[in-house]
């Protein structure tokens, strides 16, 4: 990739309003504390700012208390939209124009619109982490440990582990280099993939008593309304990884993991290679993703039904397999 742009861009500006996209995950957290502190590290001004709650479960993390969702008052030169596929995935209204005239989008999705000044967009990368990485280090930038932690953070969670996206290897090299930078991945791996507080489990258990399967066993649901999240004072990381262990069925060829209030229903799709859950997700409306992992927001009460829409449009796609 051709950096020429971005490095303009952070050269010529000082002020930088860093934001991602609606319930944030490891690549979100990640590379938006990656480049907040590359850009601190220049003497910029940087904020960061989005529209959740930081989550717990990154409290370890050296600059968690970075993350704010208090909206800023002050206009900044660039507003940064990491691993964000277009502004309305932030979940703010207008973010694009509030805030900045000038945008920066840096990000792996399939269906990134291109909306920035600066588009800094390959699809072919497991993380936008990984995109962080190829900059920093394409451009000979010298990191301390906590931007390496960050960044092996976001690979790992988008890649599962590194259980898909990793088929050439490429990215255990990275880990390496990153580890050899000082991140510590038995510390990411625990936080990410083993560690669960009692509340964590206690809802996870009242998910799994939701369990359903449709059309012959290729489409398992598991359900839960949002407010069990802060019946058990959980936050949402407390379902993390969720979306992907209902795929793990055997002749499951979907997943989805609803979550519903009086308002909208989430919806986190899971494909075992056969449906392009993005291509469904996008046409229900506010959704988008990757091809075997993508989320969509149904503006509607009636979660059920919302469900049964979806369900219908994903048996058509399978008739066809």
Not at 145 to 153: E, F, G, W
Not at 255 to 275: C, H, M, P, V, W
Not at 286 to 313: M, P, Q, R, Y
Request: hydrophobic content about 40%; some cysteine.
């Amino acid at each position: 990739m051709i950096w020429t742009e971005l490095n303009e861009i952070i050269e010529k500006n000082h002020s930088f309003l860093i934001s991602s996209h609606e319930n944030q995950d490891g690549d979100s957290v990640g590379s938006q504390l990656a480049f907040y502190k590359y850009l601190k590290s220049l003497g910029k001004n940087a904020r960061i700012y989005n529209k959740d709650k930081s989550l717990q479960k990154f409290i370890f993390f050296k600059d968690y208390d970075a993350i704010s969702n208090i909206e800023p008052e002050q206009k900044f030169d660039v507003l940064v939209l990491l691993d964000c596929s277009n502004p309305q995935r932030c979940g703010i209204e207008n973010i694009e124009t509030r805030f900045a005239d000038k945008t920066v989008n840096i990000d792996h999705h399939g269906d990134n619109s291109m909306f920035a000044t600066v588009n800094c967009v390959d699809v072919n990368a497991a993380a936008t982490c990984k995109i962080l990485y190829d900059f920093l280090t394409e451009n000979r930038i010298s990191y301390d440990c906590d931007i390496a932690n960050y960044l092996l953070c976001g690979i790992i969670t988008d890649t599962g582990g590194f259980h898909f996206n990793n088929a050439d290897g490429e990215l255990y090299l990275i880990a390496h280099n990153l580890v050899k930078r000082g991140a510590d991945n038995t510390l990411l791996f625990k936080k990410m993939f083993a560690s669960n507080t009692i509340a964590a489990l206690s809802i996870r258990a009242k998910i799994w008593e939701t369990l359903k399967f449709y059309a012959d066993g290729k489409i398992s649901v598991i359900s839960m309304p949002k407010s069990l999240i802060t019946d058990f004072g959980a936050d949402s990381s407390a379902t993390d990884g969720m979306s992907n262990a209902v795929l793990g069925g055997e002749g499951v060829e979907v997943g989805i993991f609803a979550r519903y209030d009086e308002n909208e229903t989430q919806f986190s799709l899971r494909s075992a290679g056969k449906i392009d859950v993005c291509e469904i997700a996008a046409s229900c409306g506010k959704g988008g993703g990757h091809k075997f992992a993508a989320g969509c927001t149904v503006k509607s009460g009636d979660w059920k039904c919302a469900l049964e829409n979806l369900i219908t449009k994903i048996e058509q796609k399978l008739i066809k397999v």
